[in-house]
């Protein structure tokens, strides 16, 4: 693993998460943000597995991602050593199957990771059983498939802000929780997708980030993108939003996803749930944007979402300072489900989807 730093006074307001470069995974250091834009070129597996585990790349639809080219990375010095050349196809799908298993270990709540490993690997197996594809055309297209994936993920995200824009007025103002801005994505972002379009237009939303305890994606992510695109945010700590809703000061919540249940149950950052909670008790809407590739309509409901649990020191020594007594106990579970009951409309690529979402969340398959 090499460091590419591209540290400067002037960061670019548009700083990619992650991207393909001369064979290797660019992906932008996001545990060092804001003090440090640090690019890490990534050319093996494990790296790629370390760097999700560790969130240095995070948010759903950039974890599947980064997971994507961690298969590629994984089969790239995969050798034709068999005679026949379908033979050869089957070890290098069965290699990719093996990579795509590894990298699905690194973080279990959002499902973009699973859906982007079985993009791949379903492109490996159809390649592998079409005799008109090589072996190197096979090799070549899991690349492909990958690159095929960010793509569409800048324009769906584009697309979700086009929709979400629309439930938004000018002088508006809207909360948000963790990150789901570009950084969380190939482009844009989910939830903050609109805040960019609306800049575009000459909108004035004035956004409030939640801190977002205890990594700070609020404050350490979401501030920061936004500052550096000259959007009008302010930081507050999560423990203010109360606060903020009964002062009047944000007429809607929208957050982003790391999965949604068959029945509109909602997975995101710890915190997501009591703010679903307070923005009920103060009338006002909270919204839920995802790609369709979010939505997992295999899991009937919130019970069924697994729920990662991190390391204590994240709440005990955040950012090497101590911050609780030695030996004390910690739960840290890194997200929580909202309840449907609380969620006003999920907006997807595809539109707005209101309740019944077990009804409703079908039809965008169709
Ligand atoms: O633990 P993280 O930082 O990966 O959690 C990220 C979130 O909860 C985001 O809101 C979610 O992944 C949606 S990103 C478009």
């Known amino acids: 693993m090499t460091k590419t730093n591209t540290a400067?006074?002037?960061?670019?307001?548009?700083?990619?998460?992650l991207s393909w470069k001369e064979n290797v995974l660019?992906?932008?250091?996001?545990?060092?943000?804001?003090?440090?834009?640090?690019?890490?070129?990534?050319?093996?597996?494990?790296?790629?597995w370390e760097a999700i585990s560790q969130m240095k790349v995070r948010g759903a639809p950039a974890i599947g991602i980064a997971a994507a080219f961690g298969v590629y990375l994984g089969v790239r010095d995969h050798e034709a050593v068999k005679e026949d050349d379908s033979e050869n196809k089957r070890e290098l799908d069965k290699q990719v199957n093996e990579a795509a298993d590894y990298l699905a270990t690194s973080r279990?709540?959002?499902?973009?990771?699973f859906w982007a490993l079985d993009r791949i690997r379903a492109r490996a197996a159809k390649d592998a059983d079409?005799?008109?594809?090589?072996?190197?055309?096979?090799?070549?297209?899991?690349?492909?498939?990958?690159?095929?994936?960010?793509?569409?993920?800048?324009?769906?995200?584009?697309?979700?802000?086009?929709?979400?824009?629309?439930?938004m007025q000018d002088g508006m103002g809207v909360l948000t929780h963790c990150n789901a801005g570009g950084?969380?994505?190939?482009?844009?972002?989910?939830?903050?997708?609109?805040?960019y379009l609306a800049k575009d237009q000459g909108m004035n939303i004035k956004v409030f980030a939640d801190e977002t305890r205890p990594v700070l994606q609020g404050a350490r992510l979401t501030a920061f993108e936004l500052q550096q695109a000259g959007i009008d945010v302010t930081l507050i700590c999560d423990n203010?939003?109360?606060?903020?809703?009964?002062?009047?000061?944000?007429q809607a919540v929208i957050v982003g996803t790391?999965?949604?249940?068959?029945?509109?149950?909602?997975?995101?950052?710890?915190?997501?749930?009591?703010?679903?909670?307070?923005a009920k008790a103060h009338g006002i809407p909270f919204y839920v944007a995802c790609p369709l590739s979010t939505i997992d309509l295999n899991t009937p409901t919130g019970e069924q979402i697994p729920i990662e649990e991190r390391d204590e020191q994240e709440i005990t020594a955040a950012?090497?300072?101590?911050?609780?007594?030695?030996?004390?106990?910690?739960?840290?579970?890194?997200?929580?489900?909202?309840?449907?009951?609380?969620?006003?409309?999920?907006?997807t690529e595809k539109g707005i989807v209101r309740p019944s979402y077990l009804e409703n969340l079908p039809k965008l398959f169709d």
């Open 8 to 17: 400067s006074s002037s960061i670019s307001s548009a700083l990619v998460s």
């Open 26 to 48: 660019q992906l932008l250091d996001q545990t060092l943000l804001p003090e440090t834009v640090l690019y890490l070129d990534l050319s093996r597996i494990n790296e790629v």
């Open 108 to 113: 279990p709540t959002a499902v973009n990771l």
């Open 130 to 167: 079409d005799p008109q594809t090589t072996y190197e055309a096979m090799k070549a297209n899991i690349l492909q498939e990958a690159k095929l994936i960010q793509q569409e993920d800048e324009e769906t995200c584009r697309l979700i802000g086009e929709h979400a824009l629309t439930l």
């Open 183 to 195: 950084l969380a994505t190939a482009r844009y972002g989910t939830a903050l997708a609109p805040f």
């Open 240 to 250: 203010m939003a109360g606060y903020v809703m009964s002062k009047g000061m944000v």
């Open 258 to 278: 790391d999965r949604v249940a068959a029945n509109g149950d909602v997975a995101n950052k710890i915190g997501t749930y009591s703010v679903a909670v307070l």
């Open 319 to 347: 950012f090497g300072k101590r911050t609780a007594p030695e030996g004390i106990q910690v739960f840290n579970p890194a997200f929580d489900v909202t309840s449907h009951e609380y969620v006003t409309a999920i907006i």
